[in-house]
């Protein structure tokens, strides 16, 4: 069955303590996402990866981090910088297309992280 | 960056109604996607339509690129088309990022 997955699906977490979310692929494709949702609103997004190894901070990266150490692998990282971490949480991936181009972009189903 | 605006912001229909989403755009985008956010959270793929027009069953969709401006049709709406719809906007050069409206709620009733 081909698509991306996220665990957990629910996550708390106390004040001052690091979370890990996790995001994998199994489209083969080469770019992934973290985009995160909050109550009534559109999508923003965190951080974003064209390739293994590398990755580039988006709109709200303040608080967060991620690694790319596998194609199939993006996990998120929401630190205790981040001053207001309950959110819905939102994993995606697209194919790359050459010279920029962009292509359709396919989600996860999600994390809701609830700071207790 | 690019602004999205989507309108109207809540809409309640009938069962059996028709209805028209809009979604404006502040510059020339590359990537356009409508997704239909369920209840659950999930974010389900409507159309990539950069541009033209596309119609699946029930659902169709047109981009006036040149205009700035995308429309998402809705007809015979039934209540599991209840949720929340969104326009994201991509363009060249920015890795497929994504920029995304506020949103439509749609409720369908009986």
């Given at each position: 069955d081909g698509g991306i997955t996220q665990s957990p699906k629910y996550l708390f977490r106390k004040e001052g303590q690091n979370v890990t979310l996790s995001c994998e692929q199994?489209?083969?494709?080469?770019a992934m996402y973290w985009y995160r949702q909050d109550p009534g609103q559109g999508l923003r997004l965190i951080y974003y990866s064209q390739i293994v190894n590398d990755f580039q901070k988006g709109d709200i990266a303040e608080g967060y981090s991620v690694s790319r150490e596998k194609k199939e692998s993006f996990p998120l990282t929401v630190t205790s910088?981040?001053?207001?971490?309950t959110a819905f949480y939102l994993c995606a991936s697209s194919i790359l297309a050459g010279g920029g181009g962009v292509h359709e972009q396919f989600f996860g189903p999600g994390t809701r992280l609830t700071v207790l | 960056g690019i602004q999205v605006e989507q309108s109207p912001p809540d809409l309640i229909l009938q069962e059996g109604a028709n209805s028209t989403l809009r979604c404006n755009f502040s510059d020339s985008v590359n990537n356009l996607q409508w997704f239909h956010q369920n209840p659950w959270g999930q974010l389900i793929n409507l159309f990539y339509i950069p541009s033209g027009t596309k119609q699946n069953g029930r659902l169709s969709a047109t981009t006036v690129a040149t205009e700035r401006y995308s429309l998402l049709y809705i007809s015979?709406?039934?209540?599991?088309?209840s949720g929340v719809y969104f326009c994201a906007v991509g363009r060249s050069g920015t890795a497929s990022k994504l920029t995304f409206g506020t949103g439509t709620r749609l409720q369908v009733t009986l």
């Amino acid at each position: 069955d081909g698509g991306i997955t996220q665990s957990p699906k629910y996550l708390f977490r106390k004040e001052g303590q690091n979370v890990t979310l996790s995001c994998e692929q199994n489209l083969n494709h080469d770019a992934m996402y973290w985009y995160r949702q909050d109550p009534g609103q559109g999508l923003r997004l965190i951080y974003y990866s064209q390739i293994v190894n590398d990755f580039q901070k988006g709109d709200i990266a303040e608080g967060y981090s991620v690694s790319r150490e596998k194609k199939e692998s993006f996990p998120l990282t929401v630190t205790s910088a981040q001053k207001n971490p309950t959110a819905f949480y939102l994993c995606a991936s697209s194919i790359l297309a050459g010279g920029g181009g962009v292509h359709e972009q396919f989600f996860g189903p999600g994390t809701r992280l609830t700071v207790l | 960056g690019i602004q999205v605006e989507q309108s109207p912001p809540d809409l309640i229909l009938q069962e059996g109604a028709n209805s028209t989403l809009r979604c404006n755009f502040s510059d020339s985008v590359n990537n356009l996607q409508w997704f239909h956010q369920n209840p659950w959270g999930q974010l389900i793929n409507l159309f990539y339509i950069p541009s033209g027009t596309k119609q699946n069953g029930r659902l169709s969709a047109t981009t006036v690129a040149t205009e700035r401006y995308s429309l998402l049709y809705i007809s015979s709406s039934q209540t599991t088309d209840s949720g929340v719809y969104f326009c994201a906007v991509g363009r060249s050069g920015t890795a497929s990022k994504l920029t995304f409206g506020t949103g439509t709620r749609l409720q369908v009733t009986l």
